[in-house]
């Protein structure tokens, strides 16, 4: 267990700069995930934590060690990979003990460790399986034991849960998160699925070229987006474009080019400034279609068309038009519209974040 | 319908025997020639068979038949060289190919190209030219010579095996092992050299049979002195159909041998189950 320092970090390939000018502090038992789309410099960051890669500019700091020029057997990391890299001329015990055996443990505490690691991924007596012989997931148990049956003091996993299946994906991300957390080892979690970053983090970063768009706890990031890039990162999203009118108390007016008003939250905000609304289909509130009209200067109700309608489940995903915005909703399934329907949506101001249009 | 299918099985049948005899007929032949002891014209058969040629090609029996050899020192010789160029080769392809499938290394591509060089021109006046400079290095016609000249025709598989070998490891299955604590050293004898070890084999199993089966450099090179097994084989093959066909079974045994070997290992276990 130990603290982890990225501080301003740049990480050039020929003249792409992949990873800008970074800087991350992780806490003691912290789980940190990297969040962005492909590309945007996930694995770059993490290769120069695990010591793969030399930043060009800044240092790597584990605990009050600056481990930028200490090859990666040195530095005390676990690593789980996405095609999760076990050797395959080794049985599932040997995979565990090679580390161990490499660190001069004796032969009974070793096995002992192994098998109190295959025993909290629920691998009990798969010891002398070859890795080909487990399913995806099960590999995956094995190289997350293999990392953690060492106790380091930084775990590092990259996409390591995007070869499986949706719903295995689903559940070992929290025995991810579980184990993490019982182990409490500082860990970084790249991915590029949002969800699971929700799920799992104690803070989110997200990445877009290199740079920190934001950081922050799961419901930060989701419900204050700093910008449009975080915002349309985080699920479905729809923006509302228009100028800012003035404040009225917490609230911000803001009115389309098209003449409509609506209002949201934000800070720091004055007349004439551009700004877009964050609207997320569970901000949208369908109000019946029967229901007799609303006076028209109601706050953030509008009458909408509905353009498409698409069963998914339990759910139906629509898309509303309001003069010329398109809005991504949520509807039940149980009362339907139709493409064509004409419905009254309510916004609640409240969960509408306002951000600075760029 | 059913003539089309008739047609079909019998144009099969038709071009497994002649495949089947392409591969196994000049096989056949052999073995039927290095047992003749009498073979006339027009007969299809020998007229009388037995392990003569054998015996007197093995020196277990003294011969006096035209082109006779006793094809033992041959033998020996042929295999001492083709040995000493697999273990060079392979000293050199090793480390070689792991750099080259590695490490970025500036014209890696080139440099993998000239190990092709040997192989890329007509044979003969690649090695006429070679010839000079080995006559100037008083190379020629030596042994050291002959054992240069299979080096470097060798380099061309071996380097160009292994460097395929190590570059389909998967890397994160190093620096997994890096990560665990293991030094660039111990990752490479634990977990890149076993992985890599059934392309290492057939590496040095090509090495060795090209080197047995060398016929043009080591006529160019090692003539007069320098009688390796195939050189014999082309002097003998001229006089005595029967010996020649004793030494090109020799030659073959070791080939297919080794090619089943390959084989075995290609199928082990392990193998199977790289990077899924
Ligand atoms: N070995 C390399 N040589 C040159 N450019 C590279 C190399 N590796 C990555 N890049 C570039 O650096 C940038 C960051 O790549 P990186 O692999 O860190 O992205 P990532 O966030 O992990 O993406 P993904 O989600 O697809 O894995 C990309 O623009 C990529 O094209
Ligand atoms: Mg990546």
């Given amino acids: 267990m130990s603290t982890l320092l990225l501080d301003h970090i740049d990480k050039y390939y020929g003249k792409t700069k992949a990873v800008d000018h970074l800087y991350l502090d992780v806490k003691e038992g912290e789980l940190v995930t990297l969040l962005g789309p492909s590309g945007c410099g996930k694995t770059t960051t993490l290769r120069c934590v695990s010591g793969f890669l030399r930043p060009d500019k800044g240092d790597i700091y584990i605990g009050k060690r600056k481990v930028t020029d200490i090859p990666p057997e040195k530095r005390g990391i676990g690593l789980v990979f996405q095609n999760y890299a076990l050797w395959p001329h080794m049985t599932v015990f040997q995979n565990l003990a090679f580390g161990l055996q490499l660190k001069k443990f004796q032969k009974k505490d070793i096995e002992q460790k192994v098998g109190e690691a295959l025993a909290t991924v629920k691998l009990e007596g798969m010891e002398e399986r070859y890795p080909r012989q487990l399913s995806g997931g099960q590999q995956q148990r094995v190289a997350l034991a293999r990392a953690l049956v060492l106790e380091p003091d930084i775990l590092l996993l990259d996409e390591p849960l995007s070869n499986l299946d949706a719903l295995l994906r689903e ?16 860990t970084i979690y790249v991915t590029h699925d949002q969800t699971e970053a929700m799920v799992i983090s104690d803070r989110i970063v997200v990445l877009n070229n290199g740079k920190i768009m934001q950081e922050g706890s799961p419901v930060d990031i989701y419900s204050k987006p700093a910008n449009k890039f975080v915002a349309g990162f985080m699920g479905t999203t729809s923006f509302i474009e228009g100028s800012v009118q003035g404040n009225l108390g917490k609230y911000v007016q803001l009115q389309t080019n098209d003449g409509l008003f609506i209002y949201g939250i934000g800070e720091g905000f004055k007349e004439g400034d551009r700004a877009s609304v964050v609207v997320r289909p569970e ?13 028209e200067d109601a706050k953030n109700i509008f009458k909408v068309s509905v353009l498409r309608a698409s069963y998914v489940g339990e759910v139906i995903d629509y898309k509303f038009k309001v003069k010329n915005t398109i809005l991504r ?6 009362r339907p519209l139709r493409s064509g329907d004409t419905v009254t949506v309510y916004l609640n101001p409240d969960e509408l974040p306002i951000i600075r249009s760029d | 319908m059913i003539n089309r299918r008739v047609l079909k099985v019998t144009g099969e049948i038709v071009l497994l025997i002649v495949s089947f005899l392409f591969l196994f007929g000049p096989m056949v032949s052999l073995f039927l020639w290095s047992i003749a002891e009498q073979w006339y014209w027009p007969s299809p058969l020998p007229q009388r068979v037995g392990l003569d040629y054998w015996k007197q090609a093995l020196g277990l029996q003294k011969s006096f038949a035209i082109g006779a050899v006793s094809i033992v020192p041959a033998f020996f010789l042929s295999l001492t060289i083709a040995l000493i160029t697999v273990v060079v080769c392979m000293a050199i392809a090793i480390p070689a190919g792991y750099a080259l499938a590695k490490y970025k290394i500036p014209f890696g591509g080139i440099i993998l190209f000239l190990f092709l060089m040997p192989k890329a021109f007509p044979q003969q006046p690649v090695f006429v030219n070679l010839l000079q400079s080995f006559t100037r290095l008083r190379l020629a016609g030596s042994i050291p010579g002959v054992i240069l000249v299979h080096i470097l025709v060798g380099l061309v598989f071996g380097v160009w095996i292994t460097n395929a070998t190590f570059k389909s490891i998967p890397p994160e299955l190093e620096e997994a092992a890096r990560s665990v604590g293991a030094n660039g050293f111990k990752t490479f004898l634990r977990i890149t050299l076993p992985l890599a070890a059934p392309g290492l084999f057939s590496s040095a199993v090509f090495v060795f049979i090209t080197s047995l089966d ?30 020649a066909s004793v030494i090109a079974i020799i030659l073959l045994i070791p080939s297919i041998f080794f090619m089943v070997l390959i084989q075995r290992i290609l199928k082990a276990e392990y193998v199977g189950g790289m990077g899924g």
């Fill in chain 1, 329 to 334: 909703a949520k509807g039940d399934a149980k």
């Fill in chain 1, 283 to 295: 901000n949208i509130g369908i109000i019946e279609k029967s229901s007799v009209s609303h006076e």
């Fill in chain 2, 214 to 243: 060398e016929f043009t450099g080591t006529f160019f090179i090692g003539l007069p002195f320098v009688h390796t097994l195939p050189l014999t084989l082309y002097s003998s093959s001229g006089y005595n159909m029967q010996f």
């Fill in chain 1, 171 to 186: 559940q070992m991300r929290f025995e991810i998160a579980e184990l993490q957390k019982r182990y409490g080892i500082t």
